[in-house]
């Protein structure tokens, strides 16, 4: 996952707790990866709460390499395969993400699993205000976002090798299930009594189950790397928790931009919109609407709720991370703190839905 803030962008020396052996990553590119030739230099990307993140330079070309993080992880997390599969997958169907060069499972090389990808350069984001350009050139890239993930859900998983990437039907059931048992089993990172309340809300008002489709499942704009001057996205980042799912709940995580603040995922909640030049939700909601060939999203709110609920779980997971010691990010304690404000956002959002 990774963190909306300029602070987590570059690199920075490889921190001490995800050090590896640097030549035996050498030699396994070099048998691995057609064209490597060093000599490589090993950056690590300040972001990455979740996977430990590299950039990797060598000579003719430079490459990101993704990691399990070391230490006791929790079941299911830091799938890093998945990650190289949905890409190699969508990639070759001329979906907007890194080439993936190759997944190494032998824990031998550097300690735990991991993929190694392109480097794409580009311009990132970090507020979905784009406040960075000119008003004029605004609108068209938050509908460059909208356009991307409309046109991953309209992919066929069947059709590109991923009908069985996860279950169809009961997303929002399973996730819910997932992220309340996360956040109820990690004692170390405490409770909340607005994310208890949450808990108790969403299962008593979940809406019907609903069609399946790919879901990106972190989709927002510091995800995304945009072309050096056009307003195309140019590669989708972080598909660690991409799924099949429910389209209209990932699509709700990624119109929750709406309704958070700037300091939290980048939101524009409280943003003049019209003074920077951008749709409103009503509008942004009704282009995917016509993207995807619907009338509308009439559980929208919940679906909103539902993922404020999630972030706030990841959050949770991270400060727990923090407190075993092995968070990814030197960043980590601050992402942890910021639990409480976001369930607290959340159980709002919740409060305000008249079903």
């Given at each position: 996952m990774a963190e909306a803030s300029s602070d987590f962008a570059g690199t920075t020396p490889v921190r001490e707790q995800h050090r590896f052996d640097e030549a035996r990553l050498a030699q396994w590119m070099a048998a691995h990866i057609p064209g490597f030739a060093g000599p490589m230099h090993v950056e690590q990307f300040k972001g990455g709460q979740s996977n430990p993140t590299y950039r990797l330079r060598t000579p003719g070309a430079d490459y990101v390499l993704r990691r399990k993080p070391p230490g006791a992880l929790l079941k299911g997390a830091h799938a890093v395969e998945r990650e190289a599969r949905v890409m190699a997958e969508l990639g070759a169907v001329g979906y907007p993400v890194p080439r993936v060069h190759a997944l190494c499972t032998d824990e031998g090389v550097i300690g735990?699993?991991?993929?190694?990808?392109?480097?794409v350069e580009g311009r990132i984001f970090w507020d979905a205000s784009f406040s960075t350009l000119p008003r004029d050139e605004r609108p068209a890239m938050l509908d460059a976002m909208n356009a991307a993930l409309a046109a991953l859900h309209r992919i066929d998983p069947a059709a590109v090798g991923l009908a069985d990437y996860g279950r169809p039907g009961g997303y929002v059931a399973r996730q819910l299930a997932r992220w309340s048992q996360q956040y109820l089993d990690d004692e170390l990172a405490g409770r909340h009594p607005a994310m208890d309340r949450l808990v108790d809300w969403l299962r008593e008002h979940l809406p019907a189950s609903g069609?399946?489709?790919i879901t990106h499942g972190d989709f927002r704009v510091d995800n995304m790397i945009f072309h050096p001057t056009e307003p195309r996205v140019l590669a989708v980042l972080d598909w660690e928790l991409s799924t099949l799912g429910d389209p209209l709940a990932d699509f709700a995580y990624h119109a929750m931009m709406?309704?958070?603040?700037?300091?939290?995922?980048?939101?524009i909640a409280g943003v003049d919109l019209q003074a920077a030049g951008l749709p409103d939700e009503a509008a942004y909601v009704a282009a995917y609407c016509r993207r995807t060939g619907r009338d509308g999203i009439p559980d929208l709110d919940y679906y909103i709720s539902f993922n404020m609920f999630r972030f706030a779980a990841i959050l949770h997971g991270i400060k727990g991370r923090v407190a075993r010691g092995t968070a990814a990010s030197a960043d980590g304690e601050v992402m942890g703190e910021r639990f409480a404000r976001v369930a607290t956002i959340a159980w709002e959002q919740a409060s305000r839905v008249h079903r």
């Open positions: 735990s699993w991991f993929y190694v990808m392109d480097m069609e399946t489709a709406y309704r958070m603040p700037p300091d939290i995922l980048g939101g």
